[in-house]
DNA sequence: ATCTTCCGGGG
DNA sequence: GTGTACGGAAGAT
């Protein structure tokens, strides 16, 4: 029969000694169903040596099969490596995990030169061979058998591929899930403490599992609820670090499996480090897709939220971790515990509609299934479009290679005027690097190391790269822009806004993706590393961006600051006859990014705090908010930032004195002090007594436990002696007059405010010495 | 300055 | 599962 299907994910195993591809599929009639395809086999590439006498060297490789997994067949091709034509010869074997074993042994045959394409996962490289990439549909011809350990409503087996496409996907089913655990005093353990709550949320709306006696009772009510709602999607913010490996050993240490997979008896389980794959769904941490937000320097799932106008801080309950167990055991405040918990699987939930349909065009653009996908930085997202490419290419896909690190120059910054400045553009070149490596044909298969007729020289480095044929980035790159545009010219007539949606997400993901081909080149763990291709494209990226500064200073505009691909200008000119000017003279892409109605820079490059018209205010490069500052300190820094653009230095300072004057009245309670850090170790492991350490220590000899993985919250107290062994876990501190105030105003409150106003020329006293407002206080 | 260790998100 | 993150900043030297 003839069936379409669209693909979820692929998985596969080994049965009766041979492999069975899964790719988990939905059909037109919106059946979840398992397409098995048992007839792909593994193979890899031995790359000869020119002198190397063909025949023999595959005898020799033959004499090397084992009967587990036979080695099936020798044969000789020709491909091309980094654009140069090789005599490969292709083994193929039976069993994928003999790759590994034959890889080695065929490495050392002699008139082997080099084994490649040995280390790509077996699903993948059916999945680049035949062009399937999840998210798109295939026609084939299939035959309907009978699995009963599959939980999916038809089993086929694949006969023929006969078309592959994209069309409208079908409706996914999507959950979102969040465990509240008991964590009284630091870490929770899952071998001690329970999952007291389980929130779920689907179109269907939110739904908890409250623990009552035992907790077993509702990790297997929530395994029930995934198998009978049978979700494509799980999501979960930072699940993948957290809540499935807690479930997991929680039930695991009693005996019990989290069968939640579309495979009967199978867990989730960890694939690369820290991905939890459940067979036959997508399980997906959003956490992944919110790291790329520059934006929101602590990527916790409130502030992803609040940022991207999901779910508003005002609009729910907010609490710390460490209020948890309060508010647990107080019969008063669990409802408010509870609504916490919805609260945070309901952003969750809703975060979907943001990253979800960007995620969708990235894994139909790199064939990298999402749950994948959104672990997978950068890199590996550039390095799978261009394997796929490689393929179609008939080129060889590199080996990865163990590499040096080596500096080389980056982007111009154009030191920055410090102070406050008003009124200014950022002109940005949005797609500079990308449209670099087109022109000059940049690339480790272009580059020309010596003599060179034709070709571009980069400045100041002096790479040379032939102007033609057209390298292997170049040719990539430019379907990706012809992609983009052909995409972008179909938007305005497109009527259906779900569809215009997708075409906005799609012309997007184009263009990150090409975006990030120039990191891809310069990083170390990179196929198709090049060195000089990424020195090169930052050396004309440089050129550039001077020139424009310069044209920018000619046409009496003033150059405030610079990085990269973007200059901050000001001036009473025509900036958008001046946007026009450029991007004539310079065949780039520039557009007015953002026009700050004040912004301050100080003597630090990237580092800067800008006031939009719209009153939004963006803080660049400072550490406003880290995780290993107290409260205090960090709130204080923000609204240092916000006083200096809304009301002046004078009112800035101002702030900072009253604050440190709370802190000498001891006015401010003890939970504002208390610096948050994570115990990565265990305690023996530590070399250092690192305050956090010596707190941990404290706490474990007082009788709390305290394990790896967890945080562990101090303050410091006076006394003698180094900081470190002042340190005291908080709650085991509840009178304020054992703070070491002085160490709060000058490592913690000082510091913070000093980053922003050292630029203002106010000294450290003057925020220190608060004792002349003694006659302020008189005067008034 | 340069090298090494730590950290993230989650509870 | 044909494998084992990564990039930046704090801390140490």
């Known amino acids: 029969m003839i069936g379409c299907f669209y693909i979820l994910d692929f998985s596969y195993d080994v049965e009766e000694g041979k492999p069975v591809i899964y790719i988990w599929a939905i059909d037109k009639e919106g059946n979840r169903v ?60 039976v069993i994928p995990a003999y790759v590994r074993t ?51 409503k038809k089993v086929y087996e694949l006969k023929k591929i006969i078309q592959i496409y994209e069309d409208k996907p079908p409706e996914l089913r999507i959950m979102a899930f969040d465990i509240e655990v008991y964590n009284k005093y630091g870490s929770p353990n899952p071998r001690r403490d329970p999952v007291i709550i389980i929130g779920v949320w689907t179109n269907n709306g939110g739904k908890q599992l409250v623990m009552k006696d035992d907790d077993l009772e509702i990790i297997r009510e929530f395994a029930k609820f995934v198998l009978d709602y049978d979700p494509d999607i799980i999501l979960g913010y930072n699940s993948n670090g957290f809540d499935w490996p807690y479930l997991l050993e929680r ?28 067979v036959g769904r997508l399980n997906v941490d959003l956490l992944g897709f919110a790291s790329s937000i520059a934006e929101v320097k602590v990527k916790s799932l409130d502030n992803i939220a609040d940022y991207l106008g999901v779910v508003k801080k005002t609009e729910r309950v907010n609490l710390e971790w460490y209020q948890i167990p309060e508010y647990w055991s107080d019969p008063s405040k669990r409802d408010i515990l509870l609504k916490y918990n919805m609260d945070d699987v309901r952003s969750t939930y ?113 790479h040379k790269f032939r102007k033609s044929p057209d390298g292997f980035y170049k040719r990539i790159l430019q379907k990706l822009v012809e992609e983009r545009k052909a995409v972008k010219s179909k938007m305005p007539t497109e009527k259906d806004e779900y569809e215009r949606r997708r075409l906005d997400e799609r012309q997007r993901a184009l263009k990150v993706m090409a975006n990030a081909f120039y990191g891809y080149m310069g990083w170390l763990g990179a196929r198709w590393y090049s060195k000089e291709g990424a020195e090169a494209v930052t050396a004309w990226g440089r050129e550039i961006i ?45 557009k007015i990014d953002k026009i700050y109605k004040k912004i301050f820079f100080t003597e ?18 400072f550490e406003a908010v880290r995780g290993d500052w107290c409260d205090l300190a960090k709130d204080l820094q923000r609204r240092v930032i916000e006083k200096i653009l809304t009301s002046g230095v004078d009112e800035a300072v101002k702030l900072v004195r009253d604050v440190i004057m709370k802190i000498r009245r001891k006015e401010v309670p003890i939970q504002d002090l208390v610096i948050w850090k994570s115990l990565d170790k265990s305690l023996e492991e530590y070399e250092v007594d690192a305050p956090h350490v010596n707190a941990a220590k404290k706490a474990m000899k007082a009788g709390y436990v305290i394990f790896k993985g ?28 054992r703070i070491d105030i002085d160490y709060y105003i000058d490592k913690q409150i000082v510091p913070s405010a000093m980053r922003i106003l050292e630029q203002f020329g106010i000294k450290e006293s003057t925020l220190k010495n608060t004792s002349f407002d003694i006659l302020n206080f008189f005067k008034k």
């Open 34 to 93: 398992a397409v098995l395809e048992k007839n792909f086999r593994p193979y890899f590439y031995a790359i000869l040596d020119d002198s190397a006498d063909t025949n023999k060297v595959a005898e020799d490789i033959k004499r090397l099969s084992v009967s587990q997994s036979p080695i099936t067949s020798v044969k000789l091709e020709e491909r091309k490596y980094y654009g140069n034509p090789v005599k490969v010869l292709r083994i193929e074997t």
């Open 102 to 152: 034959y890889r080695d042994k065929v490495a050392k045959v002699r008139g082997v030169k080099e084994v490649v394409e040995a280390d790509i996962r077996f699903y993948m490289r059916y999945s680049i061979d035949n062009d399937l990439k999840p998210f798109n549909w295939f026609k084939a011809e299939v035959e309907e058998i009978q699995d009963s350990k599959l939980r999916v």
């Open 251 to 278: 039930v695991n240490s009693r005996g019990v499996k989290l069968d939640i997979g579309r495979k009967v008896n199978s867990e989730p389980s960890q694939g690369t480090y820290g991905h939890y794959s459940v």
């Open 350 to 462: 809703l975060l979907k509609d943001v990253f979800l349909p960007f995620g969708e065009q990235l894994t139909m653009i790199t064939g990298l299934p999402l749950d994948q996908l959104s672990m997978a930085s950068v890199g590996y997202r550039v390095e799978w479009l261009l394997m796929r490419e490689a393929y179609k290419f008939n080129e060889i896909i590199p080996n990865r290679v163990e590499r040096e690190y080596e500096s080389y120059k980056g982007g111009l910054v154009i030191s920055p005027a410090p102070g406050i400045h008003e009124g200014v553009y950022v002109l940005d070149f949005s797609s500079m690097y990308p449209s670099i490596m087109i022109k000059y044909n940049i690339g480790p298969d272009t580059l020309v190391k010596g003599e060179c007729e034709d070709c571009w020289v980069a400045p100041e480095v002096g």
């Open 546 to 590: 001077s020139s424009v500064a310069k044209l920018v200073e000619e046409r009496g505009f003033k150059v405030i600051y610079g990085d990269t691909d973007s200059v901050f200008i000001k001036g009473s000119g025509n900036v958008d006859s001046l946007v026009n000017e450029i991007m004539n003279k310079f065949g780039l892409e520039i």
């Open 604 to 621: 630090n490059k990237k580092r800067y705090a800008g006031i939009t018209e719209d009153g939004k205010i963006d803080i660049v490069g």
């Open 710 to 737: 967890g945080k562990i919250g101090y303050v410091i107290v006076k006394g003698s002696g180094k900081i470190s062994e002042r340190a005291e876990p908080y709650f085991m501190v509840s009178d304020i007059n």
